[in-house]
Each structure stands twice: as C-alpha cells, then as structure tokens.
C-alpha cells in the first residue's frame, strides 16, 4: 500500500517550512534513509531521510524555495507504478534525522512533538492546539482529530474537555474573500519604499525575541574583565593549538570561565529557568552553553553540550565546527538545543557594552563588547591593560542584583586567573 510521509508538527512553533533543495522527483527508486529533500524550519535546514524503500509515487507540489505546512504530505512511497488514492494510504510523520539522535538524546526529545508516547499514538496538531490542550487539561493522545489528514483542531479540544466549539469565521473569511484587490502602495508621505516578507530566521528572531520581552523581567548589569594575562596565554598557546587544527579565541576561554562560575552553589539559580505552569524554578545540574553566530541569512544560537566535560582547546574546536556549520546552514535542530546559558560576542565587529536579549527560557545571557587597551590603575600607578567589556542580563524574576554582581565577579576571576582554567 502507498505510504505517505508528512511533515510534522515537531513543536517550538513551527507551523511551516520552505523547500531549499529536492533530491528526487515522481518516479525516482528510494532507499531507506536516502536523503529526500532539505526544508529550512526554525534556524536549521534539515536533510529529511526516507522512511522505507520503495518509488516516489507523489512528490509535494512546492518548488524549491516555496513553502510547505505542517501537515502536508511530503511524499507518496510505495511499489513501482502504484496508483496513488489520496485519503486511500499509510500516513505518518517525519523523523527525526538519525545525526540529531546521535548528537544529544535529550535534545531530541525537544525535538520530538509533545511526548515519545503522544508521539506513538499518532499526535498531530498545531502549537496553539497543544497549548490550549494543557490550558483545558486535555490529553492528546485521547482525542481524536477531525481536522485535515486527521489533524486535531482547537474545537476536538473543546469538544473533548466539554466545552462548545468556538464561532465559525464565516464572515470574516468573506470579507477576505469579497473579489477585491489588496493594493500595497510602493510609496510612502516621503518616498519610494521597498517590502520584503519577513520569514526565514528572520522571522523566528523576531518571534523569539517578542516572546523573551514579554515573558522576562530583563536587567542588565556591566563590568570589565583585565585579560592582560589571558592575552598572553593565548598568544602562548594558539601556535600549538593551531598545529592541532584548532582556532584558539577568547570566546573559547569566555565560555570555560562561564561554565566554572556556573557550576559553584551559589550561582546555581544563574543556571536555571522558570516553569510557569507549575510556578517552580528549575536548577540544571548540567551546563549546555549557546553562542549567538551572525550568518547572511540572520542569527542563529547552536549550543555546546556538557561544557563540564571539556577543556578550552576542544571547547575551541567545537565552536569553530558549530560556527562553520551555522554559515552553510548545515546545522540540524539538536545542535541549537538544550541550552542553559547563552553568550553573545559583538567584540569582533566593535562596541563596547550592550543590552543582549535573554534566550527564553534560559535565566541569563552575557555579553561581550571590543577588547581594547586601556589606562587603568594598578597598585597606585597609571598602566596600559586589555580590558574586556562585560554586558550580563538576567531575568530579575529568578535573579536578583546582587546575585548576577556576584556571578559576573566570579566570571571576571576566571578571567583575569586564566592559569585556573583546564587547556586540554
């Protein structure tokens, strides 16, 4: 029998993707786990393995660089000249891409749409479903959906918690449909202007940080660390790393003193976020560290797992891995997961301090701004140190001032002691 193989609501808001590349076309033999086609969702172009042999009996109509929704049928797999019945087949989801399982097992289940049993029974539905379910204490995996390729909409939900269905859209669908024309003006009062669609990463940046403004109270607190003597140990170090094939930065060391400052009892809540539902702060005994990376197409935050487990030099190789695999957009949905802190550097483009945004639901984020040489006093004299700006914001709901002064002090040690830190 034909199988269908549709695109799944695989949460974090993702209602829809858009076709970068095909690599097969109606017609063509599969074999399981052949690359199918690469769909950019969320900040990550992900490869979408076959699911089982066979022909592609039905390939989706979309082009590359058009989009596809939740819940279309990617593709028709079944025996050489099958005919395909819409309606009439095996239906099922995509998987998650056997590189995310192997990269962080927790992370998968991120990844994955609700829980592993939901995912068993054949859960389908959209974000805003899923919520109001928890909202109306409905289980899922119980309802059954009526909407498109058995889809479960908001009015299941209703209907399953005993509430009425919500008011048909009727009228405002005519409205939308009355036959007129929509007239987008290429003008303004003051002149010519141009419109582009705000989609892509673009438009999951905005989305993300609309959502940490309005589910964080944000502070940020500012300091300087003096790297004078990481400076020097860097530059004692970086030939050898070099030879090993490792681009050696501050931003490695940056996030080795972050994680050695969040690992002490006392900075704990640093390294936590909140649960709004059950109104309980969650500590993470593990420390998996982001790192914001500007590509053309817009920002993207892969995270280095159990940094506890690591020293600076392969700290290093795995920024610069994750980095060069965010510019080609190869980076799959595990590597920007599990993050429990998060770091962004403008030092390399220029400014000194800056307000970064929390990566909700994470407590904190550091900033880092330009190193520069600075006069500064030292045991009553004037002398010439590099001195690194340090940008903390945190949520104040969870932190308090004098604990992120605390924190921020801790990081600046780390720093300003770099023979603390385990190279390798």
Known sequence: MAYEFKFP?????ITEGQIVKWHVKEGDPVKEDQVL?????????????????????SRHKAKEGEKINVGDVIVVIGAKGEKYVPGKAVSASMSVPESAKKKDAG??????????????????????????????KV???????????????????????????????????????DGQIKVT????????????????????????MSLSASKTAAVTNFDEADITDLAALREKEKAAAEKKGVRLTFLAFVVKAVFESLKKPEHGIVNSSLDEASQEIIFKDYH???????????????????VEQKAVLSIAKE????????????????DMMGGTFTITNLGSIGGAFFTPIINYPEAAIL??????????????????????????TYDHRLIDGAQAAAFLNTVISCLENPQQLKME
């Not at 590509?295 to 892969?302: A, F, I, Y």
């Open 9 to 13: 609501d695989v949460g974090q808001g």
């Open 37 to 57: 086609a690469e769909i950019e969702t969320d900040k990550a172009v992900v490869e979408v393995p076959s699911p089982k042999a066979g022909f592609i009996i």
């Open 107 to 136: 992370a998968v289940v991120g990844f994955l749409p609700g829980s592993m049993s939901e995912l068993d029974k054949g859960v389908f539905a959209m974000p805003a479903v899923r919520k109001l379910a928890a909202e109306l």
């Open 139 to 177: 289980s899922l995996a119980a309802v059954k959906g009526t909407g498109p390729g058995g889809r479960i909409t908001e009015d299941d939900v209703r209907k399953a918690s005993g509430q009425p269905a919500s008011q048909p859209q009727a009228a405002v669908v005519a409205a939308r449909d």
């Open 185 to 208: 003006k290429k003008y303004d009062l003051w002149g010519f202007v141009r419109r582009e669609p705000l989609k892509g990463i673009r438009k999951v940046t905005a989305e993300k």
């Open 288 to 306: 998996n560290i982001g790192f914001a990376v500007a590509t053309e197409n817009g920002l993207v935050v892969p995270v280095i797992k159990r």
């Open 319 to 334: 920024l610069g891995e994750l980095a060069e695999k965010a510019r080609s957009r190869k980076l799959d949905m595990a």
């Open 367 to 392: 900033g880092i701004g330009k190193i520069v040489d600075k006069p500064v006093v030292r045991d009553g004299k004037v002398v010439i140190r590099k001195v690194m700006p340090l940008s903390l």
